[in-house]
C-alpha cells in the first residue's frame, strides 16, 4: 500500500469513528439517566487521575511541579479533561436546543423556515412549480406580513 492509498484509508477510518462517535455522545445526551452516569463517571475517572498525577510528581512527600513534563499521568489527565469537556459542551448544545424550541415565538420562526427551504428545494429541482404557487395565501399561512408598498 502506498503512502497516498494509506493517507485515504485513515481519513475514511477517521472520519466514520468520528461521526460514529459524536452520533452515539449526541443520543447519548436525550438521555438524562445516561447523562447523569456519564457525568459521574467521567467526574470520578478525572478525580482518580488527578490523584495518580499528584502521586506521579511527589517525591518524599513533597510535591515537585518540575516532574510535570515527563508524568505520563499528566498527559492522560489532560487529554481525558479534553474528552470530559467535549462531552460535557455537546450536553450543553442539546440543553440550548431544548430550550429554544420552550419559546412560541422560535418554533413558529423555526417552522416557517422549514416550509420556506422546503418550497425553495421543490422550486429549484421543479422550476415549474413556480406558477402553481400563491405567494400571497403562503405568506398568509406563515403569518408573514406583506411588504409596506
Not at 14 to 31: D, F, G, M, N, P
Not at 76 to 95: G, K, N, P
Amino acid at each position: 500500500m502506498n503512502n497516498r492509498t494509506h493517507g485515504s484509508v485513515y481519513q475514511v477510518v477517521s472520519h466514520a469513528l468520528e461521526y460514529t462517535v459524536i452520533r452515539w455522545i449526541k443520543r447519548l445526551a436525550e438521555i438524562p439517566v445516561a447523562r447523569l452516569l456519564a457525568s459521574l463517571i467521567t467526574t470520578l475517572t478525572a478525580g482518580v487521575l488527578a490523584s495518580a498525577f499528584v502521586v506521579d510528581i511527589t517525591v518524599d512527600g513533597k510535591i515537585h511541579w518540575a516532574e510535570t513534563s515527563s508524568s505520563r499521568t499528566f498527559y492522560l489527565l489532560v487529554a481525558f479533561v479534553v474528552v470530559w469537556l467535549a462531552l460535557q459542551l455537546v450536553f450543553l448544545d442539546h440543553d440550548r436546543d431544548v430550550v429554544k424550541f420552550a419559546d412560541d415565538e422560535h418554533c413558529l420562526a423555526y417552522a416557517r423556515k422549514m416550509q420556506l427551504e422546503a418550497v425553495a428545494a421543490d422550486l429549484k429541482s421543479n422550476p415549474s412549480h413556480a406558477v402553481t404557487i400563491d405567494l400571497t395565501a403562503m405568506m398568509k399561512q406563515l403569518k408573514i406580513k406583506a411588504p409596506k408598498k
